[in-house]
């Protein structure tokens, strides 16, 4: 009877981890990304730049997977769909059309990625 319990047990911790992981996967999903920034209040937003000095290269946050042309212009949209969140970000120097991607943490924040 014990071993059954233990099994159920290592099943449903192991179905738990793979939903997390899933979910998590999800929010940052094009589809997932353009929810969350159609309605983020912009209260936990990290902002970087992803030109590298006086080198002229312009390199990729380890932290993302590139994304396609459409996947930025989609990006793009729910920003300026969401006019609080563009003010803060223009407020910061950054232009619409300048953003290469957006990464959402676990806590429900958001890092822009700019040029």
């Known amino acids: 009877m014990n071993r059954v319990a ?3 047990s290592a ?3 192991l179905a738990f981890t793979d939903a997390s992981r899933a979910e998590s996967f999800d929010m940052n999903a094009p589809s997932g990304i353009e929810r969350t920034l159609r309605s983020f209040s912009g209260a ?3 902002i970087r730049q992803v030109y590298h000095g006086g080198s002229g290269n ?3 946050p380890k932290s993302f997977a ?3 042309v459409s996947d930025i ?3 793009r949209a729910a920003i300026a769909v969401n006019k609080p969140l563009l003010h803060q970000l223009n407020a910061k120097g950054v232009l619409l059309g300048n953003i290469v991607n957006v990464d959402q943490a676990a806590d429900g924040g958001l890092t822009v990625y700019y040029l």
Request: proline share 0%; no cysteine.
């Open 66 to 68: 590139a994304r396609s």
């Open 11 to 13: 099943v449903a911790t």
């Open 73 to 75: 212009q989609m990006i």
């Open 6 to 8: 233990a099994i159920a």
């Open 44 to 46: 936990n937003l990290d």
């Open 58 to 60: 312009i390199g990729e």
